[in-house]
């Protein structure tokens, strides 16, 4: 019966590639939607009533942390489980913790209740956050990869948005209603697709990997063929997968995550997992935690009333999610380094001007006029990350894992994500309260010190095919200009890393290049395991 409905069977090319993208996006949105949702919650009066939270800010924020726990433990799991069953299975694993998490909260009655809840959500979040952008970047063309992500991430901000005026609209409710119906919302989209994932076609390579060749060729098919297998670019992906695979079996099969964190091998996924989680980190560490989480302290730091500080942090929500959609035009023109270049230059000079403006002595000769320059200055923050640092982090380490290990590298992102999330709400309290606007001066300067960073140790990624990717980071070198250096030695162009292997291919088995019929694939096949 699924079998017959399989959109893969309906929709073709780009069609297809943004079904699956809009399904990949559905749980970027509750992603989002999560994230959001206990910033209402925790101002309502019932809420801390039942749990008793009154005067106790530690552990109402020990209660919204806790979640980042979960997300780590549900990371690690769903990586294995994703290069285990398949992206689409992991996802209904996902889904089917984040709903039992989802209604527990709803119901609960005590701390250790939403504590526990709060774990098993962030498990199924961790899940999905470790296994959908990996199906996305997998399915995507590797002209696109940067567009589909970015659109994903636009509803990521969505959710965090529609999270923000459900509370806004609540606020003068009293009673359970006031959070429990936010928190029970949640479940909505979780439903929707843990029952329609189910229709959307699995990862041709991970397919190629289990050794699912007829299913993996009628999704190459279908994406890339507009439904004809036999396609010069469908044949042409088939093989450099098939490539990949042979050569990742001879490096020693599927490392544990252990062994990925400081295993050297061939293809060097050391290097790798150290990027994606110090990615991740530095994302937080460049401040989005403490204009969005803490967006009302921040406004009404600003001089404004708490009213108007809660609708412009709602406003400000908007903003960043329709700047957002720039990124969607510019990652997979303008590549990932400069876009993190350019949003830290201009992240770092927005929370300068914030810090200047908020300072006391300044504010205190115009309150009015400097509270609206600071406003001004934190919707341009947000602008900016929305267009460049809230996507490439996530993006950036889907891109450079080799298959093998494709899922748990991604579960490494997350971990990374869920280091620096923690770290960020654990500081920034503290810091807000016994520095103040000095705090916006130290989280510019860590934005303005991640550009050396990511100009010396990540290479650009944009327009390179995944099975390309694999080539570049497997060097041992791990500046850029050296790993470019290492890579020429071994006879490799860094801007055509397959050609080599393919150069190889011909003079050991020119009837691979002369033989021009597409339908020929299985005799492909043994050539290409031959001359590998």
Known sequence: MLRSLQVANYLTGNSLVIAINCAAGLSIFFFGYDQGVMSGVNISRDYKNIMGLWDNEALLGGIVAVYYAGTLIGALMGGYVGDKIGRIKCVVVGCIFALFGAALQTAAQNVPWMICSRIITGIGTGHLN?????????????????????????????????????????????????????????????????LFINIFPESPRWLVKKGRTEEALHILGALRGNGDVNHPDVVREYEEIKETLL???????????????????????????????????????????VITVYAPETFAQSGFSERTSQLLSGCNNVSYMIATLMAVFTLDRWGRRFSLFYGAIGQGIALIMVAVLTKPDIMAQNPTGYGIGSAVFIFTYTAFFGMTWLTVPWLYPVEIYPLRVRARGGAWSVV?????????????????????????????????????????????????????????????????????????????????????????????????????????????????????
């Open 416 to 532: 990374g994500w869920s280091i620096g999330n923690a770290v960020v709400m654990e500081i920034t309290p503290p810091m807000l309260k016994g520095i103040g606007w000095a705090t916006f001066i130290l989280f510019a300067a860590l934005n303005f010190l991640a550009i050396p960073i990511v100009w010396a140790l990540y290479p650009e990624t944009m327009g390179k095919t995944l099975e390309e990717l694999d080539v570049i980071f497997s060097t041992r070198s791990l500046l850029v200009w050296n790993a470019e250096k290492e890579l020429r030695d071994k006879g490799i162009d860094p801007n055509d890393p397959l050609a080599t292997i393919q150069q190889t291919e011909k003079l050991e088995t020119s009837e691979i290049m002369t033989d021009t019929e597409p339908s020929s694939i299985s005799s492909r096949e043994k050539k290409i395991e031959k001359a590998a």
């Open 247 to 289: 050569l990742e079996e001879k490096q020693g099969g599927e490392p544990n995550y252990w062994d990925m964190l400081f295993k050297y091998d061939e293809s060097n996924i050391p290097r790798r997992v150290h990027l994606s989680i110090w990615l991740q980190i530095i994302q937080e560490l460049t401040g989005i935690g």
């Open 130 to 194: 470790a296994i959908v952008p990996v199906w996305s970047a997998e399915t995507s063309h590797h002209t696109s990869r940067g567009m589909f992500i970015a659109m994903e991430f636009t509803l990521n901000i969505f959710g965090v948005v529609i999270a923000y005026w459900i509370a806004f609209g609540l606020n003068t409710y009293e009673g359970g209603f006031r959070w429990r119906f936010p928190i029970g919302f949640q479940m909505v989209p979780l439903l929707v697709l843990c």
